[in-house]
């Protein structure tokens, strides 16, 4: 039996958590949770929203996250709210990625079909992590 759109929510958040938490073995835990072929975008990315089309770009994506950021000290999803909608395959998730000193609210919409992502949209404040990560400089310079 295939993971539902809520349970394939849950194990996304616990994997981002786990990774920002320094552990690299999500990465690939991470990418299993997308189809082959899928339609990942941020639309309120400040470079743009660059779609994410592939199993292994989502790896990349995963890959190149954080790092280890002393200012994401205490990482973790919290206030999480999964709302189902009337298609069994979509969920809308409100939450909050909290850690010490910082709260950034989340919207996630999320199209799961036989236990795997084929479609999301992440909003989430991408500024705000960037000043958490302390790569604001690199962002503003890629702005210009």
């Given at each position: 039996m295939p993971r539902t759109p809520t349970e394939v929510f849950h194990e996304l958040v616990d994997g981002v958590e786990r990774l920002v938490g320094g552990d690299q073995s999500q990465v690939d835990r991470l990418a299993a949770l997308y189809?082959?072929?899928?339609?990942?975008?941020?639309?309120?990315?400040?470079?743009?929203?660059?779609?994410?089309?592939?199993?292994?770009?989502?790896?990349?994506?995963?890959?190149?996250?954080?790092?280890?950021?002393?200012?994401?000290?205490?990482?973790?999803?919290?206030?999480?709210?999964?709302?189902?909608?009337?298609?069994?395959?979509?969920?809308?998730?409100?939450?909050?990625?909290?850690g010490e000193g910082f709260a950034v609210p989340c919207i996630f919409v999320l199209r799961v079909r036989d236990g795997l992502i084929v479609e999301s949209r992440d909003y989430t404040a991408h500024l705000e992590f960037a000043r958490l990560a302390g790569r604001l400089d690199d962002l503003f310079e890629a702005l210009r």
């Open positions: 189809a082959e072929q899928t339609d990942v975008r941020h639309p309120m990315a400040p470079l743009g929203d660059t779609p994410l089309r592939t199993r292994e770009e989502l790896r990349r994506h995963f890959a190149a996250g954080p790092g280890d950021s002393p200012g994401l000290t205490g990482f973790h999803a919290a206030d999480i709210r999964v709302h189902e909608t009337a298609d069994p395959e979509v969920v809308v998730a409100e939450f909050t990625y909290r």
